[in-house]
Each structure stands twice: as C-alpha cells, then as structure tokens.
T-cell receptor
Framework: QQQVKQSPQSLIVQKGGISIINCAYE??????FPWYQQFPGKGPALLIA?????SEKKEGRFTISFNKSAKQFSLHIMDSQPGDSATYFC???????????FGPGTRLSVLP | EAGVVQSPRYKIIEKKQPVAFWCNPI?????LYWYLQNLGQGPELLIR????????DSQLPKDRFSAERLKGVDSTLKIQPAELGDSAVYLC???????????????FGEGSRLTVL
C-alpha cells in the first residue's frame, strides 16, 4: 500500500514534443505528490508538486494533473528540450515528509 | 545558502571492509533522511531523524548498518562489514520543521557512490 507505480520506464521524445509520465498510488492518506528531477551524478531536486485539493498545477512548461478518484497523477512537459533529459521520479508523502515514497523513475531523453 | 553536503562523493572498498558516509544538512533543517538508491531505481528510505532522534529506522538493515546524529545537525551512516550488494548511491536529504514553513520538499545532497569489490 506504500508503493508508488510509475510508467513508462523510459521515454524518448523529439525536441518540442510533449513528454508524459504517469504515476499511481494506493494509500489514500498521502497528501503531497511531488515530482523530482535527477541528472547523472546529482541528487534529486524538486521540480513541481501538488496537493490533492487541486486537480492541476502548472509551472512554466511543467504541469501536474491529479485524479484523486483514480489515485493517479501525471507530469506533462510541454515543448520538451534536450536539457530536460534526466530521470524523473514521482513520489508521495503524508504529514510533511513522513512516509515519503518514490516511484522507480522514468529516464527521459529529448532528441535535438 | 549552502545545500546538503555529503562526503565522500565516491568510495571503493573491498567486501567485508567498513565504510562511513557523512552528511551536513541545510542549516535549520531538523529532519534528516538517509536514502539508498540502487542503479536505475528510486530512492528508498533507510532512516529518518527528527533532530537527534531516529523516528523511522524500520528499513535500516541493523545487522550491518548503523547511523547517528549526535547533536541533531550532521549525521554519519556506517556499514560494517560491507557486502557486494551494498554497492549503490547513498543519498542524504533534509527538510524544514513543520512549524517553520515546511512545504513537504526534501532537499537532497549529491550522494555518496559506494562500490564494493
């Protein structure tokens, strides 16, 4: 019940295209759903996050869509750029960092 | 503001040898986490500290792993003896207290990559 499932495992997108990564969770007690971006040799860094009281959050080219009834959320990267090539992790937590669980990651490659 | 600092960045040891990793969190962050990240996988929690108290160590393999955070600031994670399967990246993260604007974000260091031969 603590698991967060993520797909696809890898994704190749042309420059300017839309990248979409999906996640699903089971534990309805989760109340914070972030996406982390990780470049090789670096630690994960927060990209964007959402709480379950809204269905969508947009920051620049990055949008989270949240479906509470389906227990699913997704990351959309518009106008994908080669600099977006990284590994993306969805995560879920409750109570301000307790029980923080990460998905297995999606390796995104944006071709120039 | 300095980020989470970890050392060493890389460590290569023979199996059965001991190894230690050090983490200095962001100033004012009372919650500290140690995560294990295997190649191609997401981070997995090993232990979480609130100040100097380990509040969640349920995933820490206590037969060979130990951790301490004596003064509620920096922390050390030790493995003794190391096994081949311990080869991974050990990530440290920290976060603000709930009463000081914690948004839920974890701030990660760059990690310590361990190779056990």
């Amino acid at each position: 019940q603590q698991q967060v499932k993520q797909s696809p495992q890898s994704l190749i997108v042309q420059k300017g295209g839309i990248s979409i990564i999906n996640c699903a969770y089971e534990n309805t007690a989760f109340d914070y759903f972030p996406w982390y971006q990780q470049f090789p040799g670096k630690g994960p860094a927060l990209l964007i996050a959402i709480r379950p009281d809204v269905s969508e959050k947009k920051e620049g080219r990055f949008t989270i869509s949240f479906n509470k009834s389906a227990k699913q959320f997704s990351l959309h990267i518009m106008d994908s750029q080669p600099g977006d090539s990284a590994t993306y992790f969805c995560a879920a937590s409750m109570d301000y960092g307790q029980n923080f669980v990460f998905g297995p990651g999606t390796r995104l490659s944006v071709l120039p | 503001e300095a980020g989470v600092v970890q050392s060493p960045r890389y460590k290569i040891i023979e199996k059965k040898q001991p190894v230690a990793f050090w983490c200095n969190p962001i100033s004012g962050h009372n919650t500290l986490y140690w995560y294990l990240q295997n190649l191609g996988q997401g981070p997995e929690l090993l232990i979480r500290y609130e100040n100097e108290e380990a509040v969640d160590d349920s995933q820490l393999p206590k037969d060979r792993f130990s951790a301490e955070r004596l003064k509620g600031v920096d922390s050390t994670l030790k493995i003794q003896p190391a096994e081949l399967g311990d080869s991974a990246v050990y990530l440290c993260a920290s976060s603000l207290p709930e009463d000081r604007g914690n948004t839920g974000e974890l701030f990660f260091g760059e990690g310590s990559r361990l190779t056990v031969l």
